[in-house]
């Protein structure tokens, strides 16, 4: 996108350097009104509509600087984003959509629902990865870790980031990230809750400096869960 953004760019401001200042072009452009172009009540000179065309081109090209063609962002290099499947039983609350790893708990963690809400499925991932193969770099949490945090530089801090996915997720009514949820070692520790209005996106603020391995669930209306795994660093 940047490059056709950018040859875009180039090309208009070359016409316009090479043509439109030409004495052919004003005699073009008498041929077609001697007042110029006219939109609206608005009337655009041939100068204007040309440089107009080239602040979009350099618009175009400005954006392809943040997204690459495949949408993906240039500042998200850092994260993990490889989608896993669990060998632990998983156990998934009727109630909320929580997972959880190992056996089913009293309660859920979440929405405190009983034992018998729960339901194992070891299929949860695999099933999304195979019905929708092509999805996971939009559905993948993407992971980074900070081993410091700019807000709490104070005390001992770990930020976590994630984001779904590299390719970012839709949030619509229609197709949205219900949750996202965080685990250390495969227990469970908090829930990022979503919101159409905001991107499916989080940061957490780690207090423990222990653990070996950070999980991110998520759970999309359409697309069905998604996971991550990240070395603590
Ligand atoms: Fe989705």
């Not at 908090?190 to 991110?216: E, V």
Request: aromatic content about 10%; some cysteine; glycine content about 6%.
């Amino acid at each position: 996108m940047a490059l056709i953004g950018m040859g875009f760019a180039v090309l208009t401001r070359v016409f316009y350097v090479s043509f439109l200042q030409s004495e052919q072009l004003q005699v073009f452009t008498n041929l077609l009104t001697k007042r110029g172009f006219v939109y609206g009540r608005k009337k655009f000179q041939p100068q204007e509509i040309f440089l107009r065309t080239a602040a979009i081109g350099a618009t175009v090209a400005a954006a392809g600087k943040l997204f690459t063609v495949s949408g993906k962002p240039a500042a998200a290099s850092e994260a993990k984003t490889a989608p896993v499947m669990s060998p632990m039983k998983m156990y998934v609350c009727a109630v909320c959509g929580h997972i959880e790893f190992g056996s089913a708990p009293d309660n859920c963690p979440v929405c405190h629902a009983p034992k018998d809400k729960f339901t194992l499925n070891d299929a949860v991932f695999s099933d999304a990865m195979k019905k929708f193969p092509d999805k996971a770099d939009s559905h993948a949490p993407a992971i980074s870790i900070k081993k410091e945090s700019s807000l709490i530089p104070d005390m001992p801090c770990k930020e976590v980031r994630v984001r779904v996915g590299k390719m970012m997720h839709p949030m619509e009514e229609a197709h949205h990230i219900r949750f996202i949820d965080f685990y250390i070692d495969d227990k469970y520790v908090d829930r990022a809750s979503t919101s159409i209005h905001l991107y499916p996106a989080s940061t957490f603020y780690l207090k423990t400096m222990g653990g070996s391995k950070i999980r991110m669930v998520e759970l999309c209306n359409l697309h069905g869960y998604w996971q991550t795994e990240a070395e603590m660093e």
